[in-house]
Structures are given as C-alpha cells and as structure tokens.
C-alpha cells in the first residue's frame, strides 16, 4: 500500500458491512480496498452525473450543427430558416425515439 493513504475510522450498520463483506470476497480483495473502490465509484457517477447536461447540450449542437447542413434543400419546405427546420426535425425524432422507448418493445 502507498504510504500517501490517510487512516480514517469509519462504522457501518451490520447489513451494510456485509455487503461490502461479500462484494470484496467476490473481488478477491480487502475489505479496505473495496471500500475505496466503491467510493470512487460513487465519486464518479456523481461527477458524470453533474456534467451530463453539459455533454448532452454539446452532442445537441454537434447534431445541430451536421443537421444544418443538410437544411438546404428544398424538401423541408424552408429553407429561408434551416435552423428552425432542423429543430423541428429533431425535436420530432427524439420524441419518436422516447415514445418507442417507452413501449419496451423489441425489434
């Protein structure tokens, strides 16, 4: 072990230590380690959890942008405005994926 780790005492309900008890037995590690591993886990999510918005209006625009593109032809009926076109476009697809998300249909 790295001599950098600080010693902190920490108490769990019984359940709860058992968990952890049968998850480091499972990973074939100690219990210490284990601990460790599950919260940087949740320091993880916790912080993908926080920048998903940011990810999601960054890949948003990123679709905007390759959908614009295709905005000018005259089959979308607008192409004085592409940007409100493309939205609709977009706004329709997402809603039609999450509609059929919904259903738990397989296909």
Same mark, same amino acid.
């Given at each position: &072990?790295?001599?950098? /780790?600080?010693?902190? =005492? ?5 359940? &709860?230590?058992?968990?952890?008890? &049968? *998850?480091?037995?499972? #990973?074939?590690?100690? *219990? ?5 591993? /599950? *919260? ?5 999510? #916790? ?9 999601? !209006?960054?890949? #948003? !625009?990123?679709?905007? /942008?390759? &959908? ?6 005259? =089959?979308?009926?607008? =192409?004085?405005?592409? #940007?409100?076109? !493309?939205? %609709?476009?977009?706004?329709?697809? *997402? ?5 059929? %998300?919904?259903?738990? %249909?397989?296909?």
């Amino acid at each position: &072990m790295s001599t950098a /780790l600080r010693s902190v =005492t920490v108490k769990f309900h019984q359940a &709860m230590f058992e968990q952890i008890k &049968m *998850i480091a037995e499972k #990973r074939g590690e100690s *219990i210490s380690d284990t601990i460790r591993y /599950l *919260i940087k886990r949740g320091l993880d999510e #916790r912080i993908y959890e926080e920048n998903a918005d940011l990810l999601a !209006t960054v890949v #948003r !625009t990123q679709i905007e /942008l390759v &959908m614009d593109s295709y905005a000018v032809f005259s =089959t979308y009926g607008n =192409t004085d405005h592409p #940007r409100k076109v !493309t939205a %609709k476009i977009f706004d329709s697809r *997402i809603t039609l994926c999450r509609s059929f %998300k919904n259903t738990d %249909k397989v296909s």
